[in-house]
Nanobody
Framework: QVQLVESGGGLVQAGGSLRLSCVAS????????MFWYRQAPGNERELVGF???????KYTDSVKGRFTISRDNAKNTMYLQMTSLKPEDTAVYYC?????????WGQGTQVTVSS
C-alpha cells in the first residue's frame, strides 16, 4: 500500500514559478529521506535533489539557487518549489523514497516551460 503521488505540474512561461507536491502513504514518512527526480524526452532520469529526515537538502548544480525542497511531516508531504524556470527544466518530475531492497516511485507530473 505504499504510494507516492505527485501533483502541481503544468505549463508555465520562462521565468515563472511552480510548486510540486508529493504525498506519501504506507511508509514511515518522517524517518525517510525523500528525493525528486526528473526526466526529459530522450534523456536519462536525473536526480534533482533530496531532503533528509531532519531537513537537510542537496541539489544538482543546474537548479541550485532556483529550486527549494521542503517537507511537512504532519501532512506526509514533500514539496519542490521551482522559481526562475527555464525551458530546459521541462520534464516529468518524480517523487521517490529508497530503502534497502525497497524503492518507491510516484507516477510523475509534467512540467512544461515555454520560451
Amino acid at each position: 500500500q505504499v504510494q507516492l503521488v505527485e501533483s502541481g505540474g503544468g505549463l508555465v512561461q520562462a521565468g515563472g514559478s511552480l510548486r510540486l507536491s508529493c504525498v506519501a502513504s504506507g511508509i514511515d514518512f518522517s524517518t525517510n529521506n525523500m528525493f525528486w527526480y526528473r526526466q526529459a524526452p530522450g534523456n536519462e532520469r536525473e536526480l534533482v535533489g533530496f531532503i533528509t529526515s531532519i531537513g537537510m537538502t542537496k541539489y544538482t548544480d543546474s537548479v541550485k539557487g532556483r529550486f527549494t525542497i521542503s517537507r511537512d511531516n504532519a501532512k506526509n508531504t514533500m514539496y519542490l518549489q521551482m522559481t526562475s524556470l527555464k525551458p530546459e527544466d521541462t520534464a516529468v518530475y518524480y517523487c521517490a523514497a529508497f530503502s534497502t531492497g525497497l524503492n518507491y516511485w510516484g507516477q510523475g507530473t509534467q512540467v512544461t516551460v515555454s520560451s
